[in-house]
């Protein structure tokens, strides 16, 4: 399975960004999806996982209630929209996929990730 990252940028503290992962050379909706991201001199932190078509959504505690993940399978596409940003929220992004549900997942396949710089 191949994962390519989009949609990174720049933006202000309070906005929006949408970043979207497309899935290639597999069976994506059998796939448990999943964001994680890390930030300079941090370990690397889970951001939001998606699993059973949808249906089972989990998220960090630090982005609950800002963060959406959701994805199309039709689209082999997985998608964080990220609204409400902080600065704390800067780091490179990675997508994800794995066999497994929820912590458990053992995510094989990994993106090369997406930067998101957020100015305050």
């Known amino acids: 399975v191949q994962l390519v990252e989009s949609g990174g940028g720049l933006v202000q503290a309070g906005g929006s960004l949408r970043l979207s992962c497309a899935a290639s050379?597999?069976?994506?909706?059998?796939?448990?999806m999943a964001w994680l991201r890390q930030a300079p001199g941090k370990e690397r932190e889970f951001v939001a996982g998606?699993?059973?078509?949808?249906?089972?959504?989990n998220y960090g505690d630090s982005v609950k209630g800002r963060f959406t993940i959701s994805r199309d399978n039709a689209k082999n596409t997985v998608y964080l929209q990220m609204n409400s940003l902080k600065p704390e929220d800067t780091a490179v992004y990675y997508c994800?996929?794995?066999?497994?549900?929820?912590?458990?997942?053992?995510?094989?396949?990994w993106g090369q990730g997406t930067l998101v710089t957020v100015s305050s």
């Open positions: 994800a996929a794995g066999s497994g549900y929820g912590s458990k997942t053992n995510y094989g396949y």
């Open positions: 050379g597999g069976t994506f909706s059998r796939y448990g």
């Open positions: 998606i699993w059973l078509a949808g249906i089972a959504t």
